[in-house]
C-alpha cells in the first residue's frame, strides 16, 4: 500500500465512528490498517479497532508490532484482549504474553482455555534467541499409517487450526519425527499409497534449544516453507515458519547495523523511541571513544618538535588518518558480514588475512601513488615519501585492524558486530598518528 495511502488512513481513522471507517476496516489488507493504527496512540487505535469485527480485528492485531500490541493491551477490555488472544497464532500469542505485566497476566489467564493457557506457558519458558521461543506449535502430523485419502481428510479438519498444511509432520506413537510429506504429493498421489511410502526422511529438524539465526539459515537454506523443532528425545515439539524466519533475520540485521554504529541496547524502533532511550543506547560508546581517541592526541603531542619544524604535515594529517579509518571500516564491515552469514568460519581467519594483506598493499600503493603529487607541491620530495610511505603503511594496518578485530570478538564469543566502525576508526586513527609522525621524524631526519 503506498505511504500517501497510509496517511490518508491515519486521518481518516481520527473521525470515529464514521461509516466510512468501517467500510476500509473491511476492505483494507490488514497489515496497512496495522500501519496506519501504529501512528495513533494506542487509545486511538483501539476505538477504531473495537468496531470491527472480531475475526478482523485479530487479523489487524497480529500485524501489529509487539511493543505497541503490548501498550494496546493494556488499555483494551480483558474480555476482548482474551477474545483476540485465543484467535491468534500460538507462538504470537507467546511473544504478547512475555511482553505483558504479571498484573496483566494475572488478569488476562482466567478467561483463557486450559490448553491455550497451558500452551502459553510452555511457548514462553523457552530461552529468547533459541528455536523454542519463536516455534509455534499450530502445525499439522500425521501417522505413517495413514494413506493418502485418509491424511488428506485429517488436514482438512485440522487446518483451521493450523499455521500451514502446507507440509505435514509424520510422527510415530511416541510423538517422534520419523518424516515430513508436502501436500502437493498428497493430493496427487494415488488414494491408497501410505503417508510411510510418501514421506520425506529427511526433515532438517533443528533441536528447541538451537540459536533462531541458525534457524532462519536453515531455513534459507533449504528453502522450505518451515522446519520441525525437536526435542532432546527427537519428539516434535513445533515448527518455525518462513515468516518468523524473517523476522530474525531482520531483527538481527537491525542489531548488526546498531552495532556496527556503536548503538547498543535499544529496544524500540527509531520512531517509537524516547529521548531518553536513544540517549541510553548511544552514550555509553560515544563515551569509551572519547576517552580513547585521547591516545591521538597525545600521540600528536609527542611529536611536537617534528611538527613545529613541517608545519606542512598537518595538512596532510586529516587525509592520512581518515584513509586508515576508512580502510579499516571497510574491511570490518566485510568480515561482520562474512561471519554472520557463515561465508567464513573463525578458523578461516590465516586464509583471510593473507588476501586481505595483499589488497590492503594494492589500495594503499594506489593511495600514496594519488596523495604524493599533492605532497611535492605542498611540501617537495621529502615530504612526498613521508606521505606515500605513510599512505601505505596505515591503510595496510588499519585494513588488518579492521580485518581481524571481528575475529578477535568472535574468538571470545562476543557479536562481531561490536567491531563498529567507530569503534574500528578510533584506533586507526591512535595508530595513523603514530606511524605518519614516526616515518616524517625518521624521514626528515636524515642528512
Known amino acids: 500500500m503506498p505511504e500517501n495511502n497510509v496517511r490518508e488512513l491515519v486521518g481518516l481513522f481520527s473521525q470515529h465512528g464514521s461509516q466510512e471507517v468501517s467500510t476500509r476496516l473491511a476492505d483494507e489488507h490488514p497489515a496497512d490498517i496495522a500501519a496506519a493504527l501504529q501512528k495513533n496512540t494506542p487509545e486511538q487505535a483501539w476505538s477504531v479497532l473495537k468496531d470491527a469485527s472480531r ?195 531482520e531483527a538481527e540485521a537491525t542489531e548488526d547495523f546498531q552495532r556496527l554504529g556503536t548503538v547498543t541496547n535499544l529496544d524500540s524502533s527509531v520512531a517509537t523511541a524516547t529521548v531518553p532511550m536513544l540517549y541510553r543506547a548511544r552514550i555509553g560508546w560515544l563515551m569509551l571513544l572519547v576517552f580513547g581517541n585521547i591516545f591521538s592526541g597525545a600521540g600528536i603531542a609527542h611529536f611536537e618538535d617534528t611538527i613545529a619544524a613541517h608545519l606542512v604535515l598537518m595538512f596532510f594529517l586529516p587525509i592520512l588518518i581518515a584513509s586508515g579509518g576508512n580502510a579499516g571500516s571497510q574491511s570490518a564491515t566485510l568480515m561482520v558480514r562474512a561471519l554472520a552469514t557463515g561465508d567464513i568460519r573463525i578458523s578461516d581467519w590465516g586464509r583471510v588475512l593473507g588476501r586481505e594483506l595483499m589488497v590492503a598493499i594494492l589500495l594503499g600503493l594506489s593511495m600514496a601513488a594519488a596523495i604524493a603529487v599533492i605532497g611535492v607541491f605542498r611540501g617537495g620530495r621529502d615530504i612526498a615519501i613521508v606521505i606515500a610511505l605513510s599512505m601505505v603503511v596505515i591503510v595496510i594496518v588499519g585494513s588488518i585492524i579492521g580485518m581481524l578485530l571481528p575475529f578477535i570478538l568472535s574468538r571470545f564469543r562476543m557479536d562481531p558486530a561490536t567491531a563498529s566502525t567507530p569503534l574500528v576508526t578510533s584506533i586507526a586513527d591512535a595508530t595513523g598518528v603514530l606511524i605518519y609522525f614516526s616515518i616524517a621524524k625518521a624521514v626528515l631526519s636524515l642528512p
Open 55 to 249: 475475526s478482523r480485528q485479530t487479523d489487524i492485531f497480529g500485524y501489529l508490532g509487539p511493543d505497541f500490541q503490548a501498550r494496546l493491551a493494556t488499555i483494551m477490555p480483558r474480555t476482548d484482549l482474551a477474545a483476540i488472544f485465543m484467535e491468534m497464532n500460538a507462538d504470537d500469542r507467546a511473544d504478547l504474553y512475555k511482553k505483558l505485566t504479571d498484573e496483566q497476566r494475572e488478569a488476562l489467564m482466567p478467561a483463557l482455555a486450559q490448553a491455550e493457557r497451558e500452551d502459553i506457558r510452555q511457548l514462553a519458558a523457552y530461552e529468547e534467541g533459541t528455536a523454542g521461543a519463536i516455534m509455534t506449535s499450530d502445525y499439522a502430523s500425521l501417522s505413517p499409517a495413514l494413506n493418502a485419502l485418509q491424511a488428506i481428510d485429517v488436514l482438512r479438519h485440522e487446518a483451521p487450526n493450523k499455521e500451514t498444511i502446507y507440509r505435514a509432520y509424520v510422527v510415530n506413537a511416541d510423538r517422534r519425527l520419523i518424516g515430513s510429506v508436502r501436500l502437493q504429493d498428497l493430493i496427487t498421489a494415488p488414494a491408497s499409497v501410505k503417508i510411510a511410502e510418501l514421506m520425506e526422511r529427511n526433515t532438517h529438524a533443528i533441536p528447541v534449544d538451537a540459536d533462531v539465526e541458525d534457524a532462519a539459515r536453515k531455513i534459507a537454506h533449504y528453502d522450505v516453507i518451515a522446519l520441525p523443532v525437536i526435542d532432546a528425545q527427537e519428539r516434535l515439539v513445533g515448527i518455525i515458519t518462513h515468516d518468523d524466519a524473517l523476522d530474525v533475520i
